[in-house]
């Protein structure tokens, strides 16, 4: 016969426990540790960096990686708490804010280059080269001779390539209904165009560089690609524009782990941009390229001031005109915290 008082002292025990594992399990994650999703695409760059070069090591931050998470599914990672941070375009934040998620951008991370590099602008449009897209206007055409609309691949919707395309179309006054949007990964793109299951494809880097060298290197004229249109030229000195954007709750529990990695991958980033060969070989090793990968251009200071609210208010300008937000509704500064601002390089040529 079991004793009553030790099945009461086994109860009490248990619950114990249970309240110990549950206090647990909601703490914060270790000082110093930041959970980030290093993908196998152009996002990883500044991750592969600043572990391969020691950046995280030299601020005492920890990565955690959260795996190669799909950058469409970043936003809800970072929502759920599954990520700390999230490397973003000013569109993918304002939905971010406007779904009420309390995040902020804490540095500025991408940039549009500004000496005119074709190779280091953010994205190019390919289509086939015997294709009879030379210009947007030519999308109106296509579509009223095919009777049926232009096929973009875009890696998703909501980023930079849906409404950098748009805008592109509005410069040259061509209705945006003329195109379907076809989501695909970059990765999966190249073969897509060639064939034939869509019309246009709007590549990052390393995969437009990827796309341009086989075209280059190919005798068959059915595999060759052409550049449409680039980032810059669709979108301006703003296409490139990303953000750093941490939980808001995250910044509170944990500043100094935030500033810290700021300098790491800001490191990272800077380094990028002076050592492309050596960042590109330590790029397609990581997302297993046969040759040199190409890599974005990043913001050399990470600040943000007065040219960076003016980028930013284009791409508030570019969502009113798409529909998705309302005249007014978004500012420039409802996006981001002064908090870092020591962390960022104000003395740096910001090109």
């Avoid at 601020?59 to 959260?66: A, E, P």
Wanted: charged share 25%; glycine share 6%; with cysteine.
């Amino acid at each position: 016969m079991v004793n009553k008082k030790y099945v009461i002292i086994a109860i009490v025990i248990i619950a114990i426990v249970a309240i110990i594992a549950g206090f647990s399990l909601a703490q914060p994650a270790e000082a110093g540790s930041i959970n980030g999703a290093v993908t196998k695409d152009c996002s990883g760059t500044p991750w592969f960096v600043g572990k391969e070069k020691g950046f995280f090591d030299k601020y005492n931050v920890t990565l955690v990686d959260k795996g190669d998470i799909p950058y469409a599914q970043q936003p809800a990672a970072l929502t759920s708490g599954e990520l700390n941070v999230y490397d973003g375009h000013p569109n993918a934040l304002i939905n971010l804010i406007k779904s009420g998620v309390k995040v902020k951008a804490v540095a500025v991370t991408g940039a549009e280059p500004i000496n005119g590099s074709v190779e280091e602008e953010h994205m190019h449009w390919l289509v086939k080269e015997g294709s009879p897209l030379k210009s947007a206007k030519d999308i109106e055409t296509f579509s009223k001779e095919n009777n049926r609309k232009v096929k973009v691949g875009v890696l998703a919707t909501g980023v930079c390539a849906d409404i950098e395309t748009n805008a592109w179309l509005r410069k040259n006054n061509i209705s945006t209904d003329t195109i379907e949007y076809v989501v695909l990964p970059d990765n999966q793109q190249e073969q897509a165009l060639l064939q034939g299951s869509i019309d246009i494809a709007t590549l990052h880097p390393p995969f437009f560089a990827k796309a341009e060298k086989d075209s280059n290197e190919t005798k068959d004229a059915s595999k060759k690609l052409r550049i449409l249109t680039t980032s810059t030229e669709a979108f301006g000195a703003a296409a490139g524009l990303s953000f750093a954007v941490v939980n808001e709750d995250f910044i509170k529990s944990d500043p100094d782990t935030v500033a810290n990695f700021i300098k790491a991958f800001k490191d990272a980033d800077r380094w990028s941009n002076e050592n492309r060969q050596e960042a590109g070989e330590i790029t397609s090793k990581n997302i297993d390229l046969p040759y040199t990968a190409n890599v974005h251009w990043y913001s050399p200071s990470g600040a943000f001031d007065a040219e960076v609210d003016g980028y930013i208010q284009e791409w508030i300008d570019a969502m009113v005109a798409d529909g998705l937000l309302k005249k007014g509704e978004f500012e420039p500064k409802d996006l981001y915290t002064t908090e870092f601002k020591d962390t960022w390089q104000t003395n740096l040529p910001n090109q």
